[in-house]
């Protein structure tokens, strides 16, 4: 015996069929999408991969280690400390070293475990291969006795032709700090350093403020 549907229902019916048909996937439209999104991983791949090569290359330039230094640098000059006169603190510089102390970081403060929170920092050059400079950072702390002492040194930057430093004292520019327990206003860098087979010159002032 046929059942009739009413023509109300009719359309319900049809749409049913269609969702039903259309719950799975055929064997190529799976195949299909493997293969989008292979393509699509592999271009990402790709890219990073691109991206991490180019980043390592930029970060072992020299332009990519001045901008380093001059963190650090600005850091360092901004932190520096001198006290009363005839004390041990002092700011000590001339036109390719520096010497003075400065006062730890925040974070170094939150996580040292009885260490005294000022240090005593020296740039310096010194003449390396082919004729060319390089400059070095020591730290150390500064209370801790002479015998107990870590010396922490590294390379800042090489390849230099030439590297100055000067300081401002509110009225000019000095080749030599003669003050010894009053800060400079200002410091300025002067780097002259050889890239592949050009020379790259750099000016630049960093005060206090």
Request: hydrophobic share 40%; with cysteine; glycine share 4%.
């Amino acid at each position: 015996m046929k059942v009739k549907l009413k023509k109300s229902y009719l359309p319900l019916v049809m749409l049913e069929k269609r969702i039903s048909r259309k719950k799975s996937f055929t064997l190529l439209e799976l195949i299909l999408a493997v293969a989008i999104y292979s393509v699509i991983i592999l271009v990402l791949v790709s890219g990073l991969n691109l991206s991490l090569k180019v980043y390592k290359r930029m970060k072992d330039s020299e332009v990519f280690r001045v901008g380093d230094f001059l963190d650090e640098f600005s850091s360092d000059f901004r932190s520096s400390y001198v006290f009363v006169k005839n004390s041990p603190i002092k700011f000590i510089a001339s036109g390719n070293s520096l010497k003075f102390i400065r006062v730890s970081s925040l974070s170094d403060n939150l996580y040292r475990k009885g260490e005294c929170e000022l240090k005593t920092v020296e740039y310096l050059l010194a003449k390396g291969e082919n004729n060319l400079w390089t400059l070095y950072r020591k730290e150390r702390l500064f209370f801790t006795p002479s015998e107990k002492k870590k010396e922490k040194q590294e390379e800042i930057l090489n390849s230099l032709l030439s590297f100055r430093f000067s300081y401002f004292d509110g009225k000019g520019w000095k080749s030599v700090w003669d003050s010894p327990y009053k800060l400079p206003c200002a410091v300025r860098v002067e780097i002259k350093l050889k890239r592949d087979k050009r020379i790259e010159a750099l000016s630049t002032v960093i005060d206090r403020i």
